[in-house]
């Protein structure tokens, strides 16, 4: 069998450039807005999912899931810094730990709306435990003073966040004094002061709202190691209940990392795991771990009501879309019957009429897609807010279109080019030939 | 004139397919922006809660989730203007699982004051929403007892006797029984009793807001006022907004959800104008022999864009009003589409004006294609386009 020549096709198009135009276009703007979409669920997911180092842990209150919600009472956060498997700073060869505390403040968009933000209180280890966020003005706040750092995306959009500028927090005016750097993570949509003088100010003295440690590297992997061999006893398994409950693999794996800490320093020194255990455990049990990375990452599933809408969107323009391409590609058949008629008349069978209608239906809705996925670009790197409902505080996001969102977008263009050119090609194929050449 | 109506008519049948294709495109561009217009006036506006307007929300300084001591309450009570107040404790958790679509509002709640803050709702049986006013002593007898609205019934398939479980995120877990229903404008919230969650955490005392109705609408500035005065210099100071605002911040907190909407309500007008564009200028040139045909017979050029205009505006009118009633009719029952906004969009609904002014729209936008495609035709010198085989 013989097909039709692409060449027919891609012709035809070109002859009829405001018809293939307009069309395309009626394809092109769905197809933005899918990638629009597309790029926002992104950035969004982008900005949780790429904070984060594999060997950076967060302890929270059991089932809290985020800090906003966690309380660690103070009592025991010595037993975490205890931990064995923790990092030394090698200057000052204190465990790396940072105790921190998470304050959201209603603040006001520049020429905008309120949203909450995350101030978050950390130890001075805390900055060392992100070394990805870098200082670009000012200074960062001294231990026990009334002095902040905000992040550029927060300090750009909401009002009193520039140097010098004072925020009222408690009972106090918190002074601004620096503005940090901290790329597309979640921690640049935050305000950092010093845990301390935070927790004063807000009669936050009896808690924590978390507790951040670094891990020796490879201390993570040995525990994980340990827990598959089974060495671990059983009585220290029970830290693991709840997350043994659900099942889901990236949890597991972060609790198993506590674990890790815990099981070396039982392995390696009996006389400890039995003086110890008891408070051991039941203190660590009211507590949960995370890797830093899995924790951001789990804060996903709530997802965003922004992109609900936008997908219900998408598909109604698809289907008003699809329409178009019908009826561009109805018009198509109905002025080429004797072409048509012509091309069967000389041998071409059924089969190639239809698939050369719908290849051209396909190439006209790609070249739609194609410009779509192109328009998709004008929101790329646009960086605006929306609020995390997992946490309720202010996150800032970029808008990314990637190569994947564009080629999404391109085929998403093709799809309905498909079923838009179907109908239309069976029509041309089923045409009887003798009518169609003795028509005008 | 009328006498042409036939013509128009036949013109409009002449090719069903292409018609109701371009119906039906139009028509969903059309349902589009009006959806995407009406959840911009939704937002603006909210909440659409009949009564709201005496209602008053006293929360913490800092944000919606810190608490306050619940002595504040004898305090508020006594503030002049004031008629009832209900301390409450948001509660957070999960039912079910971590989906979206498994949040709703969760209020611990002192079960007497239910009643008299919100009085423009009805206590219903689940299943007919026939009154069942005797539901309210049930839910107040029974300590571990809870109260949902309506929607939340339908939307999970709920019935009175049912045990409920919410897994506490930094609260303890929650097992209580659907005692009573409720139905409103508002209807997917979920009460339960205070002193069993204060219970629970083993500590007393402190609350997330105090929802307060006023005597009369007038009295809610000045009240909003006496309170914040009241706890200015304590350890939590207070912001009294009415519940309105308080609404409003959920939705402000969606960012700029205005512009995205809007553009995207932009991008599918001008899909339509392209759409429609493309199919009238194929109408036109098809008829560019015809029309000199009637330019022989005497019709004036104007007389024909007119004609042909009338036809635009006829098969425009169609398709929008079809999917302005669809976007109308849509969100006029409850369905799974209802929740578009995941709780946004309480009580969505497309208003009918918006729905009726979308006729217009439709035909200005149809005709904004057509002109440029028909004037040519109309215009055309008569011996070419006669010469000219279709």
């Given at each position: 069998?013989?097909?039709?020549?692409?060449?027919?096709?891609?012709?035809?198009?070109?002859?009829?450039?405001?018809?293939?135009?307009?069309?395309?276009?009626?394809?092109?703007?769905?197809?933005?807005?899918?990638?629009?979409?597309?790029?926002?669920?992104?950035?969004?997911?982008?900005?949780?999912?790429?904070?984060?180092?594999?060997?950076?842990?967060?302890?929270?209150?059991?089932?809290?899931?985020?800090?906003?919600?966690?309380?660690?009472?103070?009592?025991?956060?010595?037993?975490?810094?205890?931990?064995?498997?923790?990092?030394?700073?090698?200057?000052?060869?204190?465990?790396?730990?940072?105790?921190?505390?998470?304050?959201?403040?209603?603040?006001?968009?520049?020429?905008?709306?309120?949203?909450?933000?995350?101030?978050?209180?950390?130890?001075?280890?805390?900055?060392?435990?992100?070394?990805?966020?870098?200082?670009?003005?000012?200074?960062?706040?001294?231990?026990?003073?009334?002095?902040?750092?905000?992040?550029?995306?927060?300090?750009?959009?909401?009002?009193?966040?520039?140097?010098?500028?004072?925020?009222?927090?408690?009972?106090?005016?918190?002074?601004?004094?620096?503005?940090?750097?901290?790329?597309?993570?979640?921690?640049?949509?935050?305000?950092?002061?010093?845990?301390?003088?935070?927790?004063?100010?807000?009669?936050?003295?009896?808690?924590?709202?978390?507790?951040?440690?670094?891990?020796?590297?490879?201390?993570?992997?040995?525990?994980?190691?340990?827990?598959?061999?089974?060495?671990?006893?059983?009585?220290?398994?029970?830290?693991?209940?709840?997350?043994?409950?659900?099942?889901?693999?990236?949890?597991?794996?972060?609790?198993?990392?506590?674990?890790?800490?815990?099981?070396?320093?039982?392995?390696?020194?009996?006389?400890?795991?039995?003086?110890?255990?008891?408070?051991?455990?039941?203190?660590?049990?009211?507590?949960?771990?995370?890797?830093?990375?899995?924790?951001?990452?789990?804060?996903?599933?709530?997802?965003?009501?922004?992109?609900?809408?936008?997908?219900?969107?998408?598909?109604?323009?698809?289907?008003?879309?699809?329409?178009?391409?019908?009826?561009?590609?109805?018009?198509?058949?109905?002025?080429?019957?004797?072409?048509?008629?012509?091309?069967?008349?000389?041998?071409?069978?059924?089969?190639?009429?239809?698939?050369?209608?719908?290849?051209?239906?396909?190439?006209?809705?790609?070249?739609?897609?194609?410009?779509?996925?192109?328009?998709?670009?004008?929101?790329?790197?646009?960086?605006?807010?929306?609020?995390?409902?997992?946490?309720?505080?202010?996150?800032?996001?970029?808008?990314?279109?990637?190569?994947?969102?564009?080629?999404?977008?391109?085929?998403?263009?093709?799809?309905?080019g498909v079923f838009g050119g179907l109908f239309p090609a069976w029509r041309a194929a089923r045409q009887p030939i003798t009518q169609a050449m003795r028509a005008i | 004139m009328l006498g042409l109506i036939p013509y128009i008519r036949n013109n409009l049948l002449r090719n069903r397919r292409r018609t109701i294709l371009t119906l039906l495109s139009i028509a969903a561009s059309v349902f589009l922006v009006v959806v995407l217009e009406a959840i911009l006036r939704h937002l603006d506006d909210m909440p659409h809660v009949d009564g709201s307007e005496r209602r008053l929300v006293v929360r913490r300084n800092t944000n919606f989730k810190d608490s306050m001591p619940q002595t504040y309450n004898?305090?508020?009570?006594?503030?002049?203007?004031?008629?009832?107040?209900?301390?409450?404790?948001?509660?957070?958790?999960?039912?079910?699982?971590?989906?979206a679509e498994y949040f709703f509002g969760k209020m611990a709640i002192d079960a007497d004051t239910l009643a008299e803050n919100y009085p423009e709702t009805r206590v219903v049986d689940p299943v007919t929403g026939a009154p069942r006013p005797e539901l309210t002593d049930e839910f107040i007898k029974d300590r571990r007892g809870a109260s949902a609205g309506r929607g939340l019934y339908q939307k999970y398939g709920w019935k009175l006797g049912d045990r409920i479980t919410f897994q506490g995120i930094g609260f303890p877990d929650v097992e209580v029984t659907l005692r009573s229903c409720y139905d409103g404008q508002e209807r997917s919230s979920f009460y339960f009793h205070r002193d069993y969650l204060d219970e629970l955490m083993g500590r007393a005392g402190q609350v997330t807001f105090f929802n307060i109705i006023c005597n009369t609408i007038e009295d809610c500035p000045l009240v909003a006022a006496r309170i914040d005065a009241e706890f200015a210099n304590s350890d939590a100071p207070t912001v009294t907004e009415t519940e309105r605002a308080f609404q409003a911040q959920w939705v402000s907190m969606l960012g700029n959800v205005r512009v995205l909407l809007r553009s995207i309500a932009l991008a599918c007008a001008f899909a339509m104008v392209c759409v429609a564009a493309n199919t009238l200028a194929m109408s036109a040139r098809e008829r560019a022999h015809e029309i000199a045909i009637m330019k022989t017979l005497g019709f004036t050029p104007g007389a024909l864009l007119i004609l042909l205009l009338i036809e635009v505006a006829v098969l425009c009118g169609l398709a929008s009003a079809a999917g302005a009633g669809a976007a109308k009719l849509l969100f006029q029952f409850e369905g799974p589409w209802t929740d578009i906004g995941n709780g946004f969009l309480l009580g969505f609904r497309v208003p009918a004006w918006l729905a009726l002014a979308a006729v217009p729209f439709g035909v200005f936008v149809g005709w904004c294609a057509a002109l440029p495609p028909f004037l040519r035709v109309t215009t055309a010198p008569i011996a070419p386009a006669l010469r000219r085989i279709v």
């Amino acid at each position: 069998m013989l097909g039709i020549p692409l060449k027919y096709n891609i012709r035809h198009l070109y002859v009829r450039w405001v018809g293939t135009v307009m069309t395309a276009l009626g394809i092109a703007l769905p197809t933005a807005v899918f990638c629009a979409v597309m790029a926002l669920n992104n950035g969004l997911s982008k900005a949780l999912t790429e904070t984060g180092d594999e060997n950076t842990i967060v302890f929270l209150r059991k089932s809290s899931m985020t800090e906003t919600n966690s309380s660690i009472v103070r009592a025991d956060a010595p037993v975490i810094e205890a931990l064995p498997g923790i990092e030394r700073d090698p200057k000052t060869s204190r465990a790396i730990v940072s105790k921190e505390i998470m304050i959201l403040l209603n603040l006001n968009r520049i020429g905008g709306t309120a949203s909450n933000v995350a101030i978050r209180g950390m130890s001075p280890e805390g900055r060392l435990l992100r070394p990805n966020v870098k200082l670009i003005e000012g200074e960062w706040p001294r231990e026990g003073l009334t002095d902040v750092a905000v992040a550029r995306n927060i300090s750009e959009r909401f009002e009193h966040c520039k140097i010098g500028d004072r925020l009222p927090l408690g009972k106090r005016d918190w002074r601004v004094v620096g503005i940090f750097d901290a790329g597309t993570t979640a921690y640049g949509s935050e305000i950092w002061g010093d845990a301390e003088t935070l927790a004063g100010a807000n009669l936050r003295t009896d808690a924590w709202s978390s507790v951040w440690v670094r891990a020796k590297p490879g201390e993570l992997k040995r525990g994980e190691e340990l827990y598959n061999s089974g060495a671990i006893p059983k009585s220290i398994m029970n830290v693991t209940e709840a997350a043994d409950e659900k099942s889901k693999e990236p949890e597991m794996k972060s609790v198993l990392a506590a674990i890790g800490m815990i099981a070396t320093s039982r392995i390696s020194d009996a006389g400890l795991s039995l003086t110890l255990a008891p408070k051991f455990d039941s203190q660590l049990k009211s507590m949960e771990a995370f890797t830093e990375r899995d924790y951001f990452r789990k804060q996903t599933d709530m997802g965003s009501p922004i992109a609900y809408i936008g997908q219900f969107i998408a598909i109604f323009m698809a289907i008003g879309a699809a329409f178009a391409v019908m009826n561009t590609m109805y018009a198509a058949v109905a002025s080429r019957g004797r072409e048509i008629a012509v091309l069967r008349a000389i041998g071409f069978k059924r089969r190639s009429v239809m698939i050369s209608f719908v290849i051209e239906s396909t190439i006209l809705a790609l070249f739609g897609g194609a410009i779509g996925a192109l328009l998709s670009l004008f929101v790329n790197g646009i960086s605006t807010g929306t609020t995390n409902f997992a946490t309720f505080s202010e996150i800032t996001f970029a808008f990314q279109v990637n190569a994947q969102v564009m080629i999404s977008g391109a085929i998403f263009g093709g799809i309905l080019g498909v079923f838009g050119g179907l109908f239309p090609a069976w029509r041309a194929a089923r045409q009887p030939i003798t009518q169609a050449m003795r028509a005008i | 004139m009328l006498g042409l109506i036939p013509y128009i008519r036949n013109n409009l049948l002449r090719n069903r397919r292409r018609t109701i294709l371009t119906l039906l495109s139009i028509a969903a561009s059309v349902f589009l922006v009006v959806v995407l217009e009406a959840i911009l006036r939704h937002l603006d506006d909210m909440p659409h809660v009949d009564g709201s307007e005496r209602r008053l929300v006293v929360r913490r300084n800092t944000n919606f989730k810190d608490s306050m001591p619940q002595t504040y309450n004898n305090k508020i009570r006594n503030v002049k203007g004031v008629k009832g107040t209900a301390a409450i404790i948001l509660y957070w958790g999960i039912y079910k699982e971590l989906r979206a679509e498994y949040f709703f509002g969760k209020m611990a709640i002192d079960a007497d004051t239910l009643a008299e803050n919100y009085p423009e709702t009805r206590v219903v049986d689940p299943v007919t929403g026939a009154p069942r006013p005797e539901l309210t002593d049930e839910f107040i007898k029974d300590r571990r007892g809870a109260s949902a609205g309506r929607g939340l019934y339908q939307k999970y398939g709920w019935k009175l006797g049912d045990r409920i479980t919410f897994q506490g995120i930094g609260f303890p877990d929650v097992e209580v029984t659907l005692r009573s229903c409720y139905d409103g404008q508002e209807r997917s919230s979920f009460y339960f009793h205070r002193d069993y969650l204060d219970e629970l955490m083993g500590r007393a005392g402190q609350v997330t807001f105090f929802n307060i109705i006023c005597n009369t609408i007038e009295d809610c500035p000045l009240v909003a006022a006496r309170i914040d005065a009241e706890f200015a210099n304590s350890d939590a100071p207070t912001v009294t907004e009415t519940e309105r605002a308080f609404q409003a911040q959920w939705v402000s907190m969606l960012g700029n959800v205005r512009v995205l909407l809007r553009s995207i309500a932009l991008a599918c007008a001008f899909a339509m104008v392209c759409v429609a564009a493309n199919t009238l200028a194929m109408s036109a040139r098809e008829r560019a022999h015809e029309i000199a045909i009637m330019k022989t017979l005497g019709f004036t050029p104007g007389a024909l864009l007119i004609l042909l205009l009338i036809e635009v505006a006829v098969l425009c009118g169609l398709a929008s009003a079809a999917g302005a009633g669809a976007a109308k009719l849509l969100f006029q029952f409850e369905g799974p589409w209802t929740d578009i906004g995941n709780g946004f969009l309480l009580g969505f609904r497309v208003p009918a004006w918006l729905a009726l002014a979308a006729v217009p729209f439709g035909v200005f936008v149809g005709w904004c294609a057509a002109l440029p495609p028909f004037l040519r035709v109309t215009t055309a010198p008569i011996a070419p386009a006669l010469r000219r085989i279709v």
